[in-house]
């Protein structure tokens, strides 16, 4: 009889949720419409918009009331990896993976509506950073190279193409970025012998449209190999360019058989999606000999600069070095540290760093700041436009590195022992790279992304695995909750039937805040329930 009654409660509720949310059950897909102007009820890609600013304009959660916010539903993945990615949210439905896995749940209640299980594969299962999706149709890369197209509604297997041979070595773990007709994917690996590139999709048929090289073809003598693209890039529409971040060159830790530069390795570079071609590159690491790579989300803003209005690109890279380029010809307007920055000898007249060859790494160890995993990685910045800010999640540190043979397979040719490190949130001031406030994160706070919205309030996590929403202009702490995990994922946010969510992942569980249904009146303006 107990089993019985479990069977019909759980019977009525998933009655009560296709009566109640309609709109959960259907998905009707994204246009590009919808990926130019996302509206309020929708995070149809990976940063929510092409521009990677992570700025929402909601503002029913505000300064006054943040801190009523509680817990609306928490998901449940039950799986041992942490979730990483960052939720798609279209017609009522959100899309968030592990290695893997894909689910569709419903945004409003946090019930599932199907749960797809990738059968088990070869590559790194580091993690997976979300599905990019076009019309009906769900983008998802999976482990061993392979990009899957799914149907939105029920998560069956439209078709399966391999866009990298993990046989060689690499592996895939990125969030595609769909740009009109082009699903563009970027590939992961580490090993010797690799080269980086994207690649362009038909997103009907899966065919290759293009494909665009970072490095030169393996085997070109004293070039480099390498250059990855495993972060999602952005897009401005006006200029019809893409923008991604490039990964180290290999062998990883040794440079002595690529002399130069190393182009177009540990870059941020512009990209035509139509057509693949490379319109202009900047190199924000030469010669990397300390694996920084420079996969930073390139972030969109316009706005003045020393009195002019600009289009620019910013971007807080792994070396320590905050840089403003002028988006439309790739030209520095700004490059300074963030960070304890103690490997180059300043910056060149066009915006380079310039690398110190007494801090590559030797037999008898470099004392070298910042440490291999670098003053900020793969986690999400945000650039709130009021107040002009660029507020990242960093990691102070310092690190001796020892250069050691090769082992003939893996490219490391050295080794990384960090000293100290530790976790603090900045926020920068693009104009001036200045940093005008930090927020201590603990020793382990690097992982999580950040979000801000229009009413003043940053969304993050610290090291302790709070969830924290701040003062953007002051920094000053207005809420947190604990999670009872480590967060490696960036907050996202959306308004449904008159009511905002926050959404955070930590560990294995996807939390959803909002404030009490009872304080947001039929208008959605919120008042303190306090």
Known sequence: M??????????????????????????????????LHPPANAWPSYHGDYSGRRHSNLTQINRQ???????????????????????????????????????????RSGHMIWHYVNPPTKGDHIGNRGVGMYKEWLYFMTPDGHLLSLNAKDGTVRWRVEVADVNQGYWTTMAPLVVGDHVIVGVSGDFDNLTGYLRSVDPDTGKTQWQWNSTPPVGTPHATTGGMTWMTGTYDPELNLIYWGTGNPTPVLNGSTR???????????????DTGKLAWGFQISP???????????????????????????????????????????????????????????????????????????????????????????????????????????????YSLYFAKPADGNYGW??????????????????????????????ENGDGAGVLTTDSGITFTGDGNGNVLALDTATGKTLWHAGTGARIESSPTTYELDGRQYVLTGSGSVLFAWALPASSIDHHGRASSAR
């Open 259 to 273: 002399p130069g530069n190393d182009l177009y390795t540990c870059s941020i570079v512009a990209v035509n999606p």
């Open 65 to 107: 009331n943040v801190g009523d916010l509680s817990l609306a539903w928490a998901f449940q993945t039950r799986q041992t990896a942490s979730l990483k990615s960052s939720p798609l949210l279209v017609d009522g439905i959100l899309y968030f993976t592990v290695p893997e896995n894909i689910w569709a749940v419903d945004a």
């Open 287 to 397: 010669h990397d000999t300390h694996d920084w790579d420079a996969v930073e989300i390139p972030v969109l803003v316009d706005g003045d600069f020393n009195g002019h209005p600009r289009k620019m690109v910013m971007q807080a890279s792994r070396n320590g070095y905050f840089a403003v380029l002028d988006r439309t010809n790739g030209k520095a307007l700004l490059t300074v540290p963030f960070g304890p920055v103690n490997w180059s000898l300043g910056v060149n007249k066009q915006g380079n760093p310039i690398p110190n060859p007494d801090k590559e790494p030797a037999p008898d160890g470099r004392l070298v700041a910042p440490d291999e995993g670098g003053v900020t990685n793969f986690r999400s910045p945000s650039f709130d436009p009021k107040t002009g800010l660029f507020i990242v999640d960093a990691h102070p540190s």
């Open 2 to 35: 107990k089993f019985l009654k479990n069977a019909f409660f759980v019977s009525a509720s998933l009655l009560i949720a296709s009566i109640q949310f309609p709109s959960a059950l259907q998905a009707q897909g994204v246009d590009q419409s919808m990926l």
């Open 413 to 442: 040719a050295g080794a990384d022992y960090s000293l100290w490190g530790k976790g603090v949130l900045e926020a920068i001031d693009y104009k001036t790279g200045k940093i005008r406030w930090t927020h201590e994160a603990g």
